[in-house]
């Protein structure tokens, strides 16, 4: 690569940032709000806390917040029905303080996005895809695991408020697969957060094993056999078992899976614009903000910007 790829490496990542999760860790973690006609805005005012401080802290040239939007529309819903089935409906408070958050960023000037058919997994390895083109790294902003194996050499998957940022080869040390073998090693030991079968009895360091031999899972199904006199505990258990669950295996495969081509995006949606004033200041007034707050909010997106 030129040196301006090299530059543009090292010095402005994209942030891609999984939202929700940092909503709902908001909703139990912030004290008690209301908007002006009294309906609770906790989670809003945490996740701006959180929005405004990385925004502060990092600057950011190119940034992008996916959702979630409809778990009962989910396209891994209709490959697997029971796909987090163990999951509770957000209540209805909270599915309007989504709203809000989005709308907030929207008038804001950030690029927001949901899918009722995608998750906000698979908006972000769609967008991971269209900066890689650019020779943009991503720091990819989540707790979630399954990210992972998006992260490709000069990455990184941070918990941005626990403050655990791992590259790829971190992220091996860790979980003892390469970032590409994550899918695999997830569709193997399954992932009860997710309600993904797996298989019952292998957990993540023994299919980290198994994928640390044969690489892929494709490849660890041709030569089965071969499991049996691998030198790890439980080897003939191990091997008979996924004999007997490939079918199972397969399927979380497809679940396991962040697909990273369900539409096209340019990389200008992911610099900051100008914000919507009129929507920015309805909206401050709602959800009970500050003449303070809101300068602060537009100082910090001039500074970004210029």
Not at 65 to 75: I, N, P, R, V, Y
Not at 123 to 140: D, E, H, S, Y
Request: charged letters at 25%; glycine letters at 4%.
């Amino acid at each position: 690569m030129g040196g301006l790829a090299n530059t543009r490496s090292n010095t402005d990542p994209a942030w891609l940032i999984d939202s929700s999760i940092y909503v709902f860790k908001a909703w139990y973690r912030s004290p008690e709000q209301f908007d002006i006609e009294g309906n609770p805005i906790n989670a809003v005012y945490g996740f701006l806390d959180f929005t405004y401080n990385l925004l502060k802290n990092e600057s950011p040239k190119f940034i992008g917040f996916a959702f979630d939007e409809s778990l009962e529309t989910s396209h891994r819903k209709e490959i697997y029905p029971l796909y987090k089935a163990n999951r509770s409906p957000a209540p209805d408070s909270l599915s309007k303080q989504f709203l809000y958050c989005r709308k907030f960023l929207r008038a804001f000037g950030i690029h927001e996005a949901a899918s009722l058919h995608y998750e906000a997994d698979d908006l972000i390895g769609t967008w991971a895809k269209a900066l890689r083109k650019q020779n943009i790294p991503v720091n990819f902003i989540t707790a979630d695991k399954d990210l992972t194996q998006l992260v490709y050499e000069n990455d990184h998957w941070w918990e941005y408020q626990q403050g655990q940022k791992l590259n790829a080869q971190a992220i091996t040390k860790k979980f003892k697969a390469k970032p590409r073998q994550i899918a695999d090693q997830l569709a193997i030991a399954g992932d009860k957060s997710d309600n993904i079968p797996g298989v019952l009895g292998i957990g993540m360091a023994t299919a980290g094993k198994l994928l640390k031999k044969f690489d892929t899972i494709e490849n660890m199904f041709a030569n089965i056999p071969e499991i049996a006199s691998m030198q790890i505990r439980g080897a003939k258990q191990i091997q008979q078992l996924i004999e007997a669950h490939q079918e199972s295996i397969k399927l979380s495969r497809k679940l396991t899976e962040i697909k990273c081509n369900i539409a096209q995006i340019s990389i200008d949606n992911f610099k900051l614009t100008k914000p919507n004033r009129e929507h920015f200041n309805q909206l401050c007034h709602v959800l009970g903000l500050s003449n303070k707050t809101q300068q602060q909010w537009l100082e910090l997106h001039e500074s970004i910007c210029c």
